[in-house]
């Protein structure tokens, strides 16, 4: 029962962090119907500024507010510098601007900062709880993570659908068109897309560093981790993204506990699968009303 | 007003707006007529931007606005309501309508002016867009442009699929548009009768060029044009 409670506690904290990825590569789909390979190496950058910005001597919160700003910027450069050359091109020309930019960041990681992991510092203690004397393994550092992704989650939706600005962006993914022709600068929405997405990445990439160890490549299974909750949530649900990160956190960590860690790639990759041929448009997606 | 001067634009090298000229004065309705294809909603398009002029000019209150971009455009105050109704199905009925005005910002019309002119959609403020009929879509398309207090209002096959009541009722509103908010309205129509029956003058499109531009009540009259081209 304790290994139960270990594992569903532990799947919620994973699944957290792919549901700060999903949401990354959500708000990325929605604005510009383009998936984003580059994510992972993006949030693995401001993960590096953080970790620079640590290093210098700066508290955590400062390191945390850097990998926040860096997103924000790396995302909005992004949009406006290649993105944007793209964004009426066939999809393909996308996909292959944002694996460039992947490698390309990747590299200059690895230039500037070295191939060896790098341990990075936790919020709050590494240690599990104690309950009724026994030690579970999940800690307060994983609450904090649980908490600080609940309130992106609830901060993101509360934009959308409470201020002028998440109307606005609503309107230029569903409407281009029609929202140009109601003023909306819809280009200015779409950088604003990928700007919020590369932060709510940024945030991700430092609440899970200090478990992953800080590399270039360190982030590449968060990313199809995050991919494949997004698929499971429909591709551009919000909400259906945090809910399809927190049930594939969940099947993960039981696989992980009872059959073991060697497994979770192939189970993600089967979750995966399973979505796209029974309910390719995944379990919250908006598809079907878009037809009307 | 709204005054167009030799406008051309191509779709590749199809030529779907031919040298056009027109003009619209404050608190008067234009009509653009043509069969299908003529080129009437191009010549919209090209105006508000969404298809990039190939030559001529577009002059809004005295400025050149030929190729600004759209955005820019809608921001001077000359709204265009799309085909098909272009409401955001996703979107609630007030939503819709918040959207219109934000350009505005506090000189935005009140939403509840609009829901004065169009009780309906007040009583289905809350729901999504997609749930409307047709006619309120319509209405709602419309009351979305008047959010911006616009000084033009380009409006683009108003009465598409619409009952022959409901098309009368958008007429006569469009034609007091016009007269109480000072409005010069360039109404797009393949239903050249209703069309004519509102507006002061007619323009007629065949392959994106003007071949006849008349007063109105000269243009129902033309019965040589009318067969050729009006069908009625």
Request: a positive charge; proline letters at 4%.
């Given at each position: 029962?304790?290994?139960?409670?270990?594992?569903?506690?532990?799947?919620?904290?994973?699944?957290?962090?792919?549901?700060?990825?999903?949401?990354?590569?959500?708000?990325?789909?929605?604005?510009?119907?383009?998936?984003?390979?580059?994510?992972?190496?993006?949030?693995?950058?401001?993960?590096?500024?953080?970790?620079?910005?640590?290093?210098?001597?700066?508290?955590?919160?400062?390191?945390?507010?850097?990998?926040?700003?860096?997103?924000?910027?790396?995302?909005?450069?992004?949009?406006?510098?290649?993105?944007?050359?793209?964004?009426?091109?066939?999809?393909?020309?996308?996909?292959?601007?944002?694996?460039?930019?992947?490698?390309?960041?990747?590299?200059?990681?690895?230039?500037?900062?070295?191939?060896?992991?790098?341990?990075?510092?936790?919020?709050?203690?590494?240690?599990?709880?104690?309950?009724?004397?026994?030690?579970?393994?999940?800690?307060?550092?994983?609450?904090?993570?649980?908490?600080?992704?609940?309130?992106?989650?609830?901060?993101?939706?509360?934009?959308?659908r409470?201020?002028?600005?998440?109307l606005?962006?609503r309107a230029?993914?569903?409407?281009?068109?029609?929202?140009?022709?109601?003023?909306?600068?819809?280009?200015?929405?779409?950088?604003?897309?990928?700007?919020?997405?590369?932060?709510?990445?940024?945030?991700?990439?430092?609440?899970?560093?200090?478990?992953?160890?800080?590399?270039?490549?360190?982030?590449?299974?968060?990313?199809?981790?995050?991919?494949?909750?997004?698929?499971?949530?429909?591709?551009?649900?919000?909400?259906?993204?945090?809910?399809?990160?927190?049930?594939?956190?969940?099947?993960?960590?039981?696989?992980?506990?009872?059959?073991?860690?060697?497994?979770?790639?192939?189970?993600?990759?089967?979750?995966?699968?399973?979505?796209?041929?029974?309910?390719?448009?995944?379990?919250?997606?908006?598809?079907?009303?878009?037809?009307? | 007003?709204?005054?167009?001067?030799?406008?051309?634009?191509?779709?590749?090298?199809?030529?779907?707006?031919?040298?056009?000229?027109?003009?619209?004065?404050?608190?008067?309705?234009?009509?653009?007529?043509?069969?299908?294809?003529?080129?009437?909603?191009?010549?919209?398009?090209?105006?508000?931007?969404?298809?990039?002029?190939?030559?001529?000019?577009?002059?809004?209150?005295?400025?050149?606005?030929?190729?600004?971009?759209?955005?820019?455009?809608?921001?001077?105050?000359?709204?265009?309501?799309?085909?098909?109704?272009?409401?955001i199905?996703e979107l609630s009925v007030d939503e819709n309508l918040r959207l219109?005005?934000?350009?505005?910002?506090?000189?935005?019309?009140?939403?509840?002016?609009?829901?004065?002119?169009?009780?309906?959609?007040?009583?289905?403020r809350t729901?999504l867009a997609?749930?409307?009929?047709?006619?309120?879509?319509?209405?709602?398309?419309?009351?979305?442009?008047?959010?911006?207090?616009?000084?033009?209002?380009?409006?683009?096959?108003?009465?598409?699929?619409?009952?022959?009541?409901?098309?009368?009722?958008?007429?006569?509103?469009?034609?007091?548009?016009?007269?109480?908010?000072?409005?010069?309205?360039?109404?797009?129509?393949?239903?050249?009768?209703?069309?004519?029956?509102?507006?002061?003058?007619?323009?007629?499109?065949?392959?994106?060029?003007?071949?006849?531009?008349?007063?109105?009540?000269?243009?129902?009259?033309?019965?040589?044009?009318?067969?050729?081209?009006?069908?009625?």
């Open positions: 029962m304790t290994k139960f409670i270990d594992l569903t506690l532990s799947g919620i904290s994973d699944g957290a962090i792919y549901a700060a990825v999903a949401l990354a590569l959500v708000l990325i789909w929605r604005a510009t119907r383009i998936v984003n390979f580059a994510q992972g190496a993006m949030l693995m950058i401001t993960t590096f500024i953080a970790y620079a910005v640590i290093g210098a001597g700066a508290s955590y919160v400062v390191g945390f507010l850097a990998a926040l700003l860096s997103g924000l910027a790396l995302g909005a450069v992004t949009e406006r510098v290649l993105i944007r050359r793209v964004e009426h091109a066939p999809p393909l020309n996308a996909v292959i601007v944002t694996l460039g930019l992947y490698t390309v960041l990747v590299a200059v990681a690895g230039m500037i900062w070295g191939n060896t992991p790098k341990s990075f510092p936790a919020a709050f203690s590494l240690r599990g709880y104690t309950v009724g004397g026994t030690t579970l393994l999940f800690t307060p550092n994983d609450t904090f993570i649980v908490l600080v992704v609940i309130a992106v989650a609830l901060g993101l939706a509360a934009m959308f409470f201020t002028s600005l998440g606005q962006m230029a993914a569903f409407a281009p068109e029609v929202a140009r022709l109601l003023g909306v600068r819809v280009g200015r929405m779409f950088t604003v897309g990928w700007a919020l997405a590369a932060v709510a990445g940024a945030i991700a990439g430092v609440l899970v560093a200090p478990s992953v160890f800080l590399g270039p490549n360190s982030f590449d299974p968060i990313l199809i981790g995050g991919f494949v909750a997004a698929v499971l949530g429909g591709l551009d649900s919000p909400p259906g993204a945090v809910i399809g990160g927190l049930l594939l956190g969940l099947a993960l960590s039981y696989v992980s506990g009872y059959e073991g860690s060697a497994l979770v790639p192939l189970a993600a990759l089967a979750i995966l699968v399973l979505v796209l041929m029974i309910r390719p448009s995944g379990l919250f997606s908006a598809a079907q009303e878009r037809r009307v | 007003m709204l005054a167009v001067h030799e406008l051309s634009a191509h779709y590749g090298p199809v030529r779907a707006v031919d040298h056009v000229s027109l003009e619209v004065s404050a608190g008067s309705v234009t009509a653009v007529l043509g069969a299908n294809g003529a080129g009437k909603t191009s010549l919209l398009r090209t105006i508000t931007g969404l298809i990039p002029a190939s030559a001529g000019r577009v002059i809004f209150e005295g400025e050149d606005i030929t190729r600004r971009p759209v955005e820019e455009i809608v921001r001077r105050g000359l709204a265009h309501v799309p085909e098909g109704r272009g409401v199905a219109g005005g934000l350009w505005r910002g506090r000189d935005a019309a009140p939403r509840k002016e609009i829901y004065e002119l169009f009780p309906r959609l007040h009583d289905r729901q997609s749930r409307l009929s047709g006619g309120e879509r319509q209405m709602l398309s419309i009351g979305r442009a008047l959010m911006g207090r616009p000084r033009a209002l380009l409006l683009d096959e108003p009465s598409l699929g619409l009952a022959p009541l409901l098309v009368a009722q958008i007429m006569a509103m469009i034609r007091r548009l016009a007269d109480t908010l000072d409005l010069a309205v360039l109404l797009v129509e393949q239903n050249a009768r209703s069309a004519l029956s509102v507006a002061n003058r007619g323009v007629v499109l065949n392959l994106g060029r003007v071949v006849a531009d008349e007063e109105s009540h000269r243009l129902a009259a033309d019965e040589g044009l009318r067969h050729a081209y009006l069908g009625f």
